[in-house]
């Protein structure tokens, strides 16, 4: 085990530097081509028809500056908390601030609609009640903190196992689905107006969103200045080419039309393969996606770990366990708050789109505040200089789409920052009786 970091004698333990080129790629990768990829292409096309395919289109072309301007700012300034700190460092303490608690929000809304999308393939297979599959995505979320608790380095070893089995299930689907597509079945191209388009990239977003993850652990990159941008080119390269070719197919073969459309992988393979088929993607969408909250885990902790390194979480959060060099209060705190949401949406019987759009709101809001410490902060040239101000503006394009959902994101984002004001105001004795 490699030794723990640390400044001077008697100084608190610090995070590990571990991560190399291969564990950033499987970050990258796994932390985008999770539970979405099982049930977004069935829920866009049944948004915009075979127009979804456009809104794929302009997304993976728009993933670039995102995924550039967040790793160019990580390879500057490799300190866990990603956006966090970059709007800290870039904007202020209450941008920092507002951005904590937006990736708070995005954990809340988020991992429950992806573990309960996951669980809801196994009912494809098995005679599951929906307590059953509530308890199911439990499990994932359990098994995630478990393994991230560990360490790190086990962590990474995990994200390389699940992108390789990600890898090679989407590329069996798209292949053994290909003979089975029919042109018909892409016309009407815009069966619902062009502002489905808009719609349907606004849910696809979901799909789109981790590239800002792997800056949360940047502070244990072994080498970030080489790393990141290495890591961000091979990333979006494969996620790109297998999300328009998932998407091809899931209108080609009219797979969306089937369940409701939230398990179109369920239906394609069952085609291909018989029962098989359906029972093998089944397992594999929750394999997959513990592999995407396994990462997110990681990263959404260093954001909270950091944000009580500033005093804008309670500072608890900020301890380091002295074994596994793992935040280990902030992972705690991380799966309860999860766990309560996931219990929030079973009582309320939250919806899929409703979920995954009030979860976007979240990461769109995040990344329109990454995005302007992005311009305030990198002195790029040339091209590379507009990169930030296409990532903020494609981020702005999205947020009308998103509607009133927003308002979830931005009621939990306006208490926490009171929250944050009081507790400051705490720590300095400002408060009376404090």
């Given at each position: 085990?490699e ?5 001077r004698?008697?100084s ?5 530097r ?7 790629v499987a ?5 985008l ?8 292409p069935?829920?866009?096309a049944?948004?915009?028809?075979p127009?979804?395919?456009v809104?794929w289109?302009?997304?993976s072309l728009a993933?670039?500056?995102f ?6 700012l ?10 966090y ?7 202020g ?5 507002a ?6 929000a995005w ?6 609609a ?10 494809f297979?098995?005679p ?6 509530y308890?199911?995505a439990?499990?994932i979320?359990?098994l ?6 560990v ?7 995990v994200?390389l ?15 053994a ?11 009407p ?6 502002g489905?388009?808009?719609t349907a990239a606004a ?9 800002e993850n792997?800056?949360?652990?940047a502070e ?6 080489r ?14 080419g297998?999300?328009?070719a998932i998407a ?9 039309t089937?369940g409701?459309?939230?398990t179109?992988?369920?239906?394609m393979?069952?085609d291909a393969f ?5 029972a093998?993607v089944?397992?594999l969408?929750?394999f ?5 909250v ?5 990263g959404?902790?260093r954001v ?9 979480f309670?500072r608890t959060?900020?301890?380091?366990d002295r074994r596994?060099?793992?935040?280990h209060?902030?992972l705690?705190?991380?799966?309860v ?9 079973y ?9 995954f759009?009030?979860a976007?709101?979240?990461a ?10 992005g ?11 507009v ?9 702005l ?10 308002a979830?994101s ?8 009171l929250a ?7 720590e300095r ?6």
């Open positions: 085990m030794p723990i970091q640390e400044g004698a008697g608190p333990p610090a995070l590990r571990v991560i190399t080129l291969r564990h950033a970050i990258y990768v796994s932390s081509l999770g539970s979405g990829i099982f049930v977004i069935g829920l866009a049944r948004i915009a028809g127009a979804s395919i809104s289109a302009l997304l993933s670039y500056p995924a550039y301007t967040f790793a160019k990580s390879a500057k300034r490799p300190e866990s908390g990603g956006i700190a970059f709007a800290r460092d870039g904007i303490l209450n941008a920092g601030a951005t904590a608690w937006l990736f708070l954990a809340v809304l988020g991992a429950p992806a573990t309960v999308a996951a669980a809801s393939y196994l009912a297979v098995f599951l009640t929906r307590l059953d599959i308890l199911a439990a499990s979320l359990i995630a903190f478990v393994v991230n608790y360490g790190i380095r086990f962590t990474g070893r994200q196992a699940t992108v390789a089995a990600i890898l090679v299930a989407l590329v069996i689907a798209v292949v689905s290909a003979p089975r597509v029919r042109p018909a079945n892409y016309t191209f815009l069966p619902s107006g062009l489905s388009i808009g849910l696809i977003v979901w799909s789109y969103l981790g590239y792997t800056s949360n652990v244990e990159f072994r080498n970030p200045e790393d990141f941008h290495r890591s961000v080119v091979i990333s979006v390269f494969l996620i790109s297998l999300y328009l091809v197919v899931t209108v080609g073969t009219g797979a969306y089937v409701g459309g939230v179109p992988f369920a239906a393979m069952s018989g029962s098989y088929g359906g093998i089944a397992l969408a929750v997959v996606t513990f592999g995407t396994n990462a997110y885990v990681a959404m902790a909270y770990y950091a944000a009580a390194r500033d005093g804008v309670p959060l900020a301890a380091v596994t060099g793992v935040p209060h902030a705690v705190f991380l799966i708050l999860v766990l309560v949401s996931l219990l929030a949406f009582l309320a019987d939250v919806d899929f789109v409703t979920a759009l009030m976007s709101g979240a769109v809001l995040t990344y329109v505040i990454g995005s302007i410490a311009i305030r902060l990198l002195n790029e040239r040339g091209l590379r200089r990169l930030p101000w296409i990532s903020l503006l494609v981020s394009a999205l947020l009308p789409f998103i509607g009133a959902l927003l979830a931005v009621a939990i984002a306006g208490i926490g920052l944050s004001w009081v507790l400051s105001h705490r004795g400002a408060i009376p009786g404090a």
